[in-house]
């Protein structure tokens, strides 16, 4: 099988589907007991999707926002509110004001609904394209045979397909760069153990799960290489937010002299964040951290604390990977050079 082939071999899920009136998505809360897909026939209940991670990653939640604004413009609402209602549904990952942004500017055109229609395709068809161009770049800065670690979900059910961080996993599958995936839980929602262990498995990519307290412990042994890991927003000088969790794995991966890789479309780069100091974390219920499952594990009248993301400096990051280039060592002036103010 050549590579092309064992690409689309690697490439089945497809989460964010626009059919014509309503946006149908697959539940990513279910996954992977149950594969259940619901429709979205308004702005508000997009919105809801996206509060309640039934749709989840950064891009997807761009593109489902985008279908968001289609849906109200198709409806005669008001598109005003529907981008404040949308734009309001969750704070940390800049791809859903970079969306909302892009169809506002359509808006302000004087754009029908069926320009507007136009434009979110082209945000889902040019997010994959990017997907699949990152993966290329990633995947030629891995040895051959190597192993990586990956965290949370950042495939094709964080995107419009294929994924960012999965991308270049799933393209350095195909190339032979990859011969063992690990993946962590990622608690508390357990991404990396629901989601990213079903699309692996789901498309043939030799995968082993980890508790994400055996990270430090698997790069001592040497059986990985590189960690590669998407982002939620990447500041102006390269610092990354990215799921809770991410930072440490950045500080033992330094540690123990394993490589580390950020990859994220250019949507996710905010020019206007000037470090990861001024990101805003978003804090989820303290009581998602108290069960599992929707079973409590933990004592009645414990408190608890949940931040949803962290922010991994850029000096611990190797290679920052977006469709427009790879930047390796990520500072202040690189990425002005790249993506300019």
């Keep these: ?4 082939a064992k690409t689309l071999s690697h490439d089945t899920i497809r989460a964010v589907q626009w059919q ?25 209940q997009v919105t809801q999707a996206i509060k309640d991670l039934a749709v989840r990653g950064a891009p997807a939640i761009g593109i489902a926002a985008a279908w968001g604004v289609v849906l109200a ?12 209602t ?8 800049v791809n859903l004001m970079w969306a909302l942004d892009r169809m506002k500017a359509v808006i302000a055109t004087g754009a029908d609904a069926g320009r507007l229609e136009r434009e979110a395709q082209a945000i889902q068809d040019e997010d994959l394209a990017a997907n699949r ?32 961080a999965l991308g270049v996993i ?8 990859i011969e063992q995936v690990y993946a962590g839980e990622t608690r508390p929602w357990q991404q990396g153990a629901r989601l990213t262990m079903w699309e692996l498995v789901r498309d043939g990519i030799p995968a082993k799960l980890i ?21 939620d927003r990447i500041a102006a000088n390269g610092d990354t937010a990215n799921k809770i969790g991410t930072y440490q794995l950045a500080i033992a991966a330094r540690h123990h002299g394993v490589k580390f890789m950020v990859v994220a479309p250019s949507s996710t780069v905010d020019m206007a964040t000037v470090s990861g100091d001024d990101i805003e974390i978003e804090l989820r219920d303290p009581t998602e951290l108290l069960g599992l499952g929707g079973q409590r594990t933990v004592v009645e009248g414990a408190d608890a604390w949940n931040p949803v993301f962290d922010v991994t400096p850029a000096s611990l990051i190797d290679a920052i990977v977006t469709e427009r280039g790879v930047i390796e060592r990520p500072n202040t002036m690189a990425m002005l050079a790249m993506f300019g103010r």
């Design 1 to 4: 099988m050549n590579t092309s």
């Design 20 to 44: 014509g009136d309503h946006l149908r998505l697959l539940d990513q809360r279910l996954l992977p007991r149950k594969e259940h897909w619901f429709d979205c026939r308004d702005y508000l």
């Design 73 to 84: 413009a198709q409806q005669g609402q008001s598109l005003d509110a529907a981008l404040a």
């Design 86 to 93: 949308l734009r309001a549904a969750r704070p940390t990952a």
């Design 133 to 164: 161009h990152m993966g290329e770049l990633g995947a030629a800065l891995i040895a051959p045979n190597s192993g990586v670690l990956t965290h949370c979900n950042t495939g094709s059910l964080a995107t419009a397909g294929y994924g960012t």
């Design 170 to 177: 799933r393209a350095g599958v195909a190339n032979g760069h």
């Design 211 to 231: 508790a994400d307290s055996a990270a430090s412990h698997l790069m001592r042994s040497g059986a990985v290489q590189w960690v590669i890991v998407g982002a």
